[in-house]
C-alpha cells in the first residue's frame, strides 16, 4: 500500500481460475477478465498490505456503504465473506489452496500482462492457472440491489515464473492408456 493509492497493494500470488486472455461472464453478468489469487498465508507482509488497502477502502467507501440514510456495516462484517478467503476453509481438499487464502479479482477492462522486465506479454499461451505472479490490485466498495461489500480489481500482473499448471490436465498417454480393445466400427 503507498501512501498516494491507500486502496492498492501489489502482492505475489499464484494464479488460479485464469481469465485474462478473454473475458468471461459469469451467469447473466457482463463479461469480465478476472482470476483466483492465490497468497500463502506465511506470507504476513503481503496479507498485511491486503488487509491495510481493505481497511482504507472500507473507511473511503462509507457513504456507499451506507446507502441512503442507513449505518454502514461494521468493517468485519462487510469482510466476513471477502474478498479475503480462507483457502483451508473455502476450497478444502484443493491442494493449491492449501495453507493460502485466496481473492478473486475482476475488471471489465484487460489488466495489463507483463513479465519481470515490465515488458507486455502478448503471447496467450504464456498465461494460464499455475503461474506465479505478482498482482496489483485494489479494493473499492459496492452497494448494489441489497449487497454492500468489498470487491478487488485485477489492475496489472507481473508472471514472475512457470508453474505446474493447474486443472484437470491429462496426457494424451494418460488418457488412452486402456485404449486398446474399443474399437466401435468392430
Known amino acids: ?26 451467469g447473466d453478468q457482463a463479461p ?13 507482509l503481503a496479507v498485511s498490505r491486503v488487509e491495510a488497502a481493505m481497511r ?13 440514510g442507513r449505518v454502514a456495516p461494521s468493517f468485519e462484517e462487510i469482510t466476513a465473506d471477502g474478498p479475503l478467503h480462507d483457502g483451508d476453509a473455502k476450497k478444502d481438499g484443493d491442494p493449491a489452496y492449501k495453507g493460502a487464502f485466496y481473492l478473486n479479482a ?3 477492462r484487460k489488466p495489463l500482462i ?26 473499492f466498495p459496492y452497494n ?8 478487488c480489481s485485477l489492475d496489472i500482473v507481473m508472471k514472475t ?5 493447474l486443472g484437470t490436465t491429462i496426457s494424451v498417454d494418460d488418457a488412452f492408456a486402456d485404449d486398446d480393445d474399443d474399437d466401435f466400427l468392430a
Open 1 to 26: 500500500m503507498s501512501a498516494k493509492y491507500p486502496t492498492k497493494c501489489t502482492i505475489p500470488v499464484r494464479i488460479s481460475y485464469a481469465n485474462l486472455n478473454q473475458p468471461r461472464a459469469f
Open 32 to 44: 469480465k477478465y478476472s482470476a483466483s489469487l492465490i497468497l500463502d498465508k506465511k506470507n504476513t
Open 56 to 68: 482504507a477502502a472500507y473507511e473511503d467507501g462509507l457513504s456507499v456503504l451506507k446507502g441512503k
Open 106 to 108: 475482476k475488471n471489465n
Open 114 to 139: 507483463i513479465n519481470s522486465d515490465k515488458e507486455e506479454i502478448l503471447d496467450p499461451s504464456e498465461i494460464y492457472s499455475g503461474i506465479y505472479a505478482k498482482a496489483a490490485i485494489g479494493f
Open 144 to 151: 448494489k440491489a441489497g449487497n454492500r461489500g468489498l470487491g
Open 161 to 165: 515464473a512457470d508453474g505446474e499448471p
